[in-house]
């Protein structure tokens, strides 16, 4: 049965891979009807939707490389602002720390001058007191000694002036023996 398929009715031997001439004429004309109306409506279309594409893809190229170059842009004005930043903290610093020993050397110069205060009224208020207590020690001695006397002598002394007078020259005569004894025991301490 398929040798009697591959001949054709007048006996003559028919390939089977080549088509009939007709089919072929009629392929080609489909072929280039098809490949007029590829040519003219989709490639047109097509190359408008890759050239969308390209300048899309090259816009965003261009973008990315500007916001990049802002970025590096705001990055260094950041980097110098803490620069500064750190400059004016470092300076805030060094103000602080001298007005911090201005103050401290202010305070205790004032420290030092009070406590000076402090210590010249004492020294006063002790030669006050001493002047008093001294004064209020002559009074009491020169009253117990006049009693001594009146009770060695018999008699009372305690309203003469005179008695009042020999009792101030005596302590100052006490005095004045006190003192030159501190003084030579001074001089013999100096001269070892």
Do not use: C, H
């Not at 899309?56 to 803490?82: D, F, V």
């Not at 020690?137 to 309203?159: K, N, P």
Request: cysteine-free.
């Amino acid at each position: 049965m398929l040798p009697a398929i591959l001949t054709a009715g007048d006996g003559e031997a028919v390939n089977p891979l080549l088509p009939a001439p007709y089919d072929i004429v009629w392929s080609a004309v489909v072929f280039v009807a098809l490949l007029i109306v590829v040519a003219k409506f989709v490639v047109p279309r097509l190359n408008t939707a890759l050239d969308a594409r390209a300048d899309a893809i090259e816009g965003g190229l261009k973008r990315a490389e500007e916001a990049q170059a802002e970025a590096a842009a705001t990055k260094g004005e950041y980097e110098s602002q803490l620069a500064e930043a750190r400059a004016e903290a470092g300076r805030i610093r060094e103000q602080a720390r001298v007005e911090g020993v201005a103050i401290v050397a202010e305070a205790r110069e004032a420290a030092q001058a009070e406590a000076a205060r402090i210590a010249a009224n004492a020294q006063v208020q002790i030669e006050a007191e001493r002047a008093a207590a001294l004064v209020s020690l002559r009074a009491e001695v020169g009253s117990l000694a006049l009693d001594l006397a009146s009770g060695v002598i018999g008699e009372s002394l305690a309203d003469d002036k005179k008695s009042t007078a020999l009792v101030d020259r005596f302590l100052a005569d006490l005095e004045a023996s006190e003192a030159a004894g501190q003084r030579s025991a001074s001089e013999k301490a100096k001269s070892k």
